[in-house]
């Protein structure tokens, strides 16, 4: 399947189910119906006109507080630590508990976690970031800027639900897009 070369007419557009589909629809409305709080906090975010007038981060407090996550995980960049800082006062003055686990948490130089490594300064360490949330009880886990690769062993290791509010972009200041439309500027 490639959506942006339909060759039907953009079917699904009009809540239509094209041939190229392969999954069986009546099991994920299913899916959906055992999902339904999440799926309702989603949309509460959107409808009713209230697409647009919430940051990221304004989302990410109304749907904890729908959801009613009571202890929320950040798991971030040392690197960004300053805004990071100002996050976890954000979160706090919205009544949710706060826990913020660094990168470098543990403090594992990269020569341990990669033998290939010639560097004994301290690794990110994804891995110890999600255990040690884990053991902190979090309900939600808002992942801030954690490299790429990282951020999958990150989500493979962690039991919460986790959702990003900070893609890592070195180049274009972590917003990816920004590739896409500057490109199209010129
Ligand atoms: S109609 Fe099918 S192929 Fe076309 S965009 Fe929708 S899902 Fe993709």
Do not use: W
């Amino acid at each position: 399947m490639d959506c942006t070369n339909c060759t039907y007419d953009k079917k699904c557009r009009n809540a239509e189910t094209c041939p190229a589909t392969s999954f069986g629809r009546d099991e994920v409305i299913q899916k959906y119906g055992e999902e339904s709080a999440i799926v309702q906090a989603a949309a509460d975010l959107v409808d009713f006109g209230r697409a647009g007038t919430l940051s990221r981060l304004q989302e990410t407090i109304a749907f904890a507080q729908k959801m009613n996550y009571k202890r929320i995980g950040l798991a971030y960049c040392y690197g960004m630590e300053k805004q990071v800082t100002q996050i976890v006062e954000i979160l706090r003055e919205s009544k949710l508990n706060v826990r913020a686990v660094s990168c470098t948490v543990g403090g594992i130089p990269q020569n341990e976690i990669n033998p290939e490594s010639a560097f004994c300064t301290v690794s990110c360490n994804p891995i110890g970031q999600a255990r040690q949330l884990n053991n902190e009880n979090v309900d939600l886990v808002v992942m801030i800027g954690l490299c790429l690769g990282h951020d999958i062993l990150f989500q493979r290791e962690v039991k919460a639900d986790c959702t990003t509010l900070v893609v890592k972009d070195r180049v274009f200041n972590h917003a990816p897009l920004r590739e896409i439309t500057d490109s199209q500027k010129n």
